[in-house]
């Protein structure tokens, strides 16, 4: 079914191609898009064919146009270029230098006369900044296709107002860095006690290792434990399925031997001596039953009541089925086995229908799993057909 799928999908699309394969106009994409190399095969009137690629360019803008957004481009850069700060003669906050304006038609490039202070994505080194402030040329270049406009902008560049946060981190730096030039001779480095009036205590920042192993340590133990309950809740799903298919058999072989004269104690050591006999022939155990039914029996040679160790037994397994059994065990044993027969049958007919009913299940569960993949393909095909049409519109 996946082949005749896969198959009609390259059908279909061979006949979109097709369709779509004479054509006269190529077309460009939109003004700021980008270059892209588009394959076309040329054909004569005899029949003879070449195979070219064309270098297709986006669509440009007339001169007036692009002109007309490098305008406006610098009169919102103009707006926004100074970030937090109030003026060009008091630079001390980063400026705000964006790469490309009027949703990427215009580029801006940008030139600093004091690199080390002024960089190009428009942060500034404070500790570099002399105490009178220092005067730095940015020069913002913007172009648009073939169209270029420089602006030129004297920014002075002074210190953090005195007493500011900023300022202080500026005095800091500053001490730092003089500390460290001063003591290169030395093995050791003295970190100033006081800066600008204030006791500075130094610290190495914590490592947050131990943070890291803690949440892989946690996320381990995490997947190990509910990878056991995984394996163990499958584990005993698989023993649960396994002890629903064995149960029409062990009732059936109860009901036909109390039903040839037994005892509900007699046939039950029969079906185990069955087992044992089996198990000898095959080298394994052949029903799980067997091994409860054998804890049953040995709870009885050992003094215990019938009627205890039958419910005992269907307590251990759990299941509603063997549940309903060991009840229906220990309620005839002092009533006979007269009726139980009756009832035994009832219970293997029922077990049988049950059995099916389960078997049907598994199937239509099984056919649901591949039903996902099979509209997931359909809906690849529906994407793959429509989303030309779309684009054309």
């Known amino acids: 079914m996946t082949a005749v799928v896969f198959v009609l999908l390259a059908v279909l699309m061979w006949l979109r191609q097709s369709a779509d394969s004479h054509t006269e106009i190529l077309t460009r994409e939109k003004p700021g898009g980008s270059v892209r190399q588009e394959q076309i095969i040329c054909q004569t009137g005899d029949g003879v064919t070449q195979e070219l690629e064309l270098e297709i360019h986006p669509q440009e803008y007339s001169e007036q146009e692009t002109e007309e957004y490098v305008r406006q481009a610098v009169s919102l850069w103009e707006q926004e270029y100074l970030g937090e700060n109030d003026s060009e003669k008091a630079i001390y906050e980063a400026l705000k230098l964006p790469d490309t304006m009027m949703d990427g038609m215009v580029t801006v490039s940008y030139e600093s006369s004091e690199y080390d202070i002024l960089h190009e994505d428009g942060s500034v080194s404070l500790e570099s900044v002399p105490d009178e402030g220092i005067l730095v040329e940015l020069q913002a270049t913007f172009t648009c296709q073939k169209y270029i406009q420089t602006e030129i902008r004297s920014l002075q560049v002074i210190l953090p107002p005195k007493g500011s ?109 069955m087992e044992e006999r089996m198990q000898k022939v095959r080298g394994s155990q052949t029903h799980l039953f067997q091994a409860e039914m054998q804890i049953t029996y040995q709870e009885m040679q050992k003094g215990c009541g ?44 029922e077990a049988w229908e049950n059995r099916k009913f389960q078997a049907k299940k598994l199937g239509e569960e099984a056919g649901m799993k591949l039903l996902f993949p099979m509209l997931l393909l359909f809906v690849l095909i529906l994407i793959i057909l429509l989303y030309p049409a779309i684009n054309k519109f």
């Open 306 to 349: 019938e009627k205890e160790a039958y419910e005992r037994f269907g307590q251990r397994i759990g299941m509603p089925e063997y549940r309903r059994l060991s009840s229906l065990l220990a309620r005839n044993l002092e009533k006979g086995t007269r009726n139980l027969c009756d009832l035994l049958s009832a219970e293997s007919q």
């Open 165 to 273: 946060r900023a300022w202080f981190q500026v005095q800091v730096a500053r001490a730092i860095e003089k500390a460290e030039q001063s003591s290169r001779k030395a093995p050791e480095i003295q970190l100033p006690e006081q800066i600008a009036g204030s006791t500075i205590s130094w610290m190495k920042p914590k490592s947050k290792e131990w943070m890291v192993v803690l949440l892989v340590g946690a996320c381990v133990v995490f997947v190990l434990e509910w990878r056991k309950k995984e394996r163990k809740r499958q584990t005993e799903k698989l023993r649960q399925r396994k002890l629903q298919r064995e149960y029409p058999q062990l009732v059936e072989q109860l009901a036909l031997l109390i039903g040839s004269g037994m005892t509900i104690r007699r046939a039950w050591e029969r079906i185990l001596w």
